[in-house]
């Protein structure tokens, strides 16, 4: 009997409802400041994608290289990347369009606290910070999740059981 493999396109979709579920939760109890939330958050991808890797290598019995592996860990991240910039494109925009003043006033605050900023300088930056705000959001979402997946892949491909077969090693008739 041929042992089933999960797809990479299923393990990125948990990934991904995991990592919105936690956005979600962040802006409906307003948790915008809590830092340690977005590296809970950095943690489940990291640990999801090692996992995944693992699993992938037990899986195929460990008949895998770290290649092989490494290449599930990132087909795994680059679905986190489509339905995450998706997700944060429709909540900009759409679902929650009064994140970005939020987040605008977060900023705000955290600006004036710095004294070496004048009030016009606070001004300037909350003006660029507006207008750019989904391409930066967006943008920051395909690169911290792409690095982060990274990581994760290359973790995960090095501490995964591996029993490759050389295909040379075999005998010729």
């Known amino acids: 009997m041929e042992n089933k493999i999960t797809s990479h396109i299923v ?8 990592s919105i579920v936690l956005g979600v939760i962040m802006y409906v109890f307003n948790l915008y400041e809590v830092s340690w ?16 890797c693992i699993l992938f290598a037990n899986e195929n019995n460990n008949n895998v290289t770290f290649g092989n592996i490494f290449a599930h ?8 990347i489509v339905i995450v910039t998706v997700y944060t494109f429709l909540s900009v925009k759409f679902l929650f369009p009064d994140m970005v003043d939020k987040i605008i006033e977060i900023s705000r605050k955290k600006m004036a606290e710095n004294p070496q900023l004048t009030d016009e300088m606070i001004e300037q930056g909350i003006t660029m910070t507006k207008k750019f705000f989904l391409p930066f959001a967006i943008g920051g979402a395909i690169i911290g999740t792409a690095i982060l997946g990274a990581i994760g892949a290359l973790i995960g491909a090095a501490i995964a059981k591996k029993n490759p077969v050389d295909p040379f090693s075999e005998p010729t008739a």
């Open 73 to 80: 860990g990132f087909k795994t991240t680059s679905v986190v």
């Open 37 to 52: 939330l977005s590296y809970v958050n950095y943690g489940i991808l990291i640990g999801g994608i090692i996992y995944g």
């Open 11 to 18: 393990k990125g979709a948990i990934l991904s409802v995991a």
